[in-house]
């Protein structure tokens, strides 16, 4: 048998409500990671849709500074939703009215699988699956204050305790509810986000509604996006930690849709010249803040922000360590880039990918 056509490989289009989705591969959202400068860059790659970070419901309600700013984007961003999270139904909704009158974006996302303790005890997050007729009106108020101006989708999981599968039962009821598309991460919530993903109860979740299933967690490498697509019928894939430091992620499953191989590792020039890439739009976007609302300037603010992002995407490298213990004495972008070039010359170690990142609140 021959391998098929490059046509079959490719994900075909999804509907979410209104909205078409021409390529359904997702960049996870990820707090402290997928800001707009991070997103555009993935969107520069290929990813074909984003999630911006988790964003308090009660901030935005009131108008707090600091939560506007999870909802910054750029003009170069792709197909986009705002996350909120909260368990008010009157709050959520509220704040999906307002994410809706800023005219930014093209669908909103409910947060019901954040695991961290402090999110999820008081009942937000995946606390929503310990209450899921709580789930059930936050997902209907916030509906109602859309008013069919954005489509709306709920991220959440296979369930809370391990061992103890809820999504297929209530993913009906979600979309009863008024999701026009669930992300499911196939994991339980107290799992967090270590051991295996149940990709069985994605399959369950995709066989129980009629709303398109985006599947998330264990998509590791490009090829997973096509195994986790056979393996389940899911219409979509969400990828997270697997882009960090690696926006050829999104490369590798359009090169994979055309047949093609994914490519391995990423040569020393291309990886420094993304790195600088992706460095620059973060200065972009400190750049568009007030002066004022900075303690330094926004090149330095950058800089300060894109160290864990610089710790990834130089892990695996011989004078890693190095930089690693000296990264807080590098300020301003060339500081920083001369180093990163001086490591990136000294070579890999291996050509072993670096181990998953580290979970915040973990
Ligand atoms: C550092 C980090 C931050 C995350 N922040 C969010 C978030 O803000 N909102 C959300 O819905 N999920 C968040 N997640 C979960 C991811 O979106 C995703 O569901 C999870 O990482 C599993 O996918 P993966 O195995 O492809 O990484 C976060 C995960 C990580 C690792």
């Avoid at 999701?179 to 995709?206: C, E, M, N, T």
Wanted: proline fraction near 7%; charge should be positive.
């Amino acid at each position: 048998m021959t391998d098929p056509a490059p046509a079959d490989r490719s994900f075909p289009p999804i509907a979410i409500g209104q909205l078409v989705v021409p390529h359904p591969v997702f960049l996870a959202p990820m707090a402290a990671y997928t800001d707009a400068a991070f997103r555009s860059l993935c969107f520069a790659h290929g990813c074909g849709a984003a999630v911006t970070e988790m964003t308090n419901a009660y901030g935005l309600m009131i108008a707090h500074r600091r939560t506007m700013r999870f909802l910054e984007i750029r003009a170069d961003e792709g197909i986009l939703g705002a996350q909120i999270y909260g368990s008010d139904p009157a709050v959520m909704a509220e704040a999906a009215d307002l994410v809706a009158s800023l005219g930014r974006f093209a669908f909103l996302d409910i947060n019901a699988g954040c695991p961290m303790p402090k999110i999820r005890n008081r009942g937000d997050g995946s606390g929503l699956l310990r209450t899921p007729d709580r789930f059930l009106e936050v997902v209907a108020a916030v509906k109602r204050a859309l008013a069919g101006r954005l489509p709306l989708t709920v991220k959440t999981r296979i369930g809370y305790e391990p061992g103890k599968p809820v999504v297929a039962e209530l993913a009906p009821q979600l979309e009863a509810a008024g999701a026009d598309a669930l992300f499911v991460h196939a994991r339980y919530a107290l799992d967090r986000h270590s051991g295996p993903a149940d990709w069985k109860q994605l399959a369950a979740a995709k066989a129980a509604v009629k709303i398109p299933v985006i599947g998330n967690g264990g998509v590791d490498r490009p090829g997973d996006a096509f195994r986790m697509r056979e393996a389940t019928g899911v219409d979509g894939v969400m990828a997270g930690r697997a882009t960090i430091a690696n926006p050829w992620f999104f490369d590798g499953v359009r090169a994979m849709e055309r047949g093609e191989s994914p490519g391995g590792l990423p040569k020393a020039s291309v990886l420094y010249e993304t790195l600088c890439d992706h460095l620059k739009r973060e200065i972009e976007l400190f750049a568009r803040r007030d002066r004022k609302e900075l303690k330094h300037s926004a090149e330095v603010t950058a800089v300060l922000a894109f160290r864990p992002h610089v710790v990834r995407y130089l892990h695996g490298f011989r004078e890693f360590r190095t930089l690693a213990a000296h990264l807080s004495e590098y300020q301003t972008a060339d500081e920083l880039l001369e180093r990163v070039k001086t490591v990136i010359d000294g070579g890999r170690k291996c050509d072993a990918p670096p181990p998953p990142v580290a979970i915040p609140g973990a």
